[in-house]
Every structure is written in structure tokens, then in C-alpha cells.
């Protein structure tokens, strides 16, 4: 089992950048495929972008690509996402996600543990 714990989030101008950790507590978390989602007001909740378990592949939703990084520190036991050129638009409160099964995706229901979330507000 493993313990999801995000960070780095606030408030910022569009334009601006900011980055997300999420730290895990457990075991093993290199067995781990990591997964990044987001939520806004009102809406569902969305995949951004996954990481596989040695970080060398990384799997982004068609709209986040280009602006978004995701990378994993695995003696850190740590998944950030780096995001540039926020926009009002990207106001969600972020999500990292960890399973075990095989494979970076991109569905909600093939990740078992949940951070808590951490907001992001971005200004115009």
C-alpha cells in the first residue's frame, strides 16, 4: 500500500508556472505507475498525464501536451508536475494517483490510491 501526498500548489498569474510534488510513503514505490488528474468546479474529474514505473515513459492527454512535465525522483520517492504557461483555465485542484498494474493509462478507475489534492488557482 502507499501513501499519496501532494504540495506545491497556490495561487499564480496566467503565464506563470508552477510544480506539483506528490510524495509516497510505502514501499517499493519504483513498482508504482504514477498518474497526475485535475478537477474544476463543476466539472469531472480529468487525466493529465501518467509516468511509468522507471520514468521513462510518460503518457499525456492530448490538451496537456507542450506545457506540462512530468517526472519521477525514485529515491525520493517523489512524482512532480511541472507546469508552464498556466492559464485560468488550468484553476483545478490536482490529483496524483498510483497503481501497480502494468502500464501508464489514463483511466480514473485503473489507479488504486489517491492523494489528497492540492489546488491551483490561476489568475487572469
Known amino acids: 500500500q502507499v501513501q499519496l501526498v501532494e504540495s506545491g500548489g497556490g495561487l499564480v498569474q496566467a503565464g506563470g508556472s508552477l510544480r506539483l510534488s506528490c510524495a509516497a510513503s510505502?514501499?517499493?514505490?519504483?513498482?508504482?505507475?504514477m498518474g497526475w488528474f485535475r478537477q474544476a468546479p463543476g466539472k469531472e474529474r480529468e487525466f493529465v498525464v501518467a509516468i511509468s514505473r522507471s520514468g521513462g515513459v510518460t503518457y499525456f492527454a492530448d490538451s496537456m501536451k507542450g506545457r506540462f512535465t512530468m517526472s519521477r525522483d525514485n529515491a525520493k520517492n517523489t512524482v512532480y508536475l511541472q507546469m508552464n504557461s498556466l492559464r485560468p483555465e488550468d484553476t483545478a485542484v490536482y490529483y496524483c494517483?498510483?497503481?501497480?498494474?502494468?502500464?501508464?493509462?489514463?483511466?480514473?478507475?485503473?489507479?488504486?490510491?489517491w492523494g489528497q489534492g492540492n489546488q491551483v488557482t490561476v489568475s487572469s
Open positions: 510505502g514501499r517499493a514505490f519504483s513498482n508504482y505507475v
Open positions: 494517483a498510483a497503481t501497480q498494474r502494468v502500464g501508464v493509462r489514463s483511466e480514473r478507475s485503473g489507479y488504486d490510491y
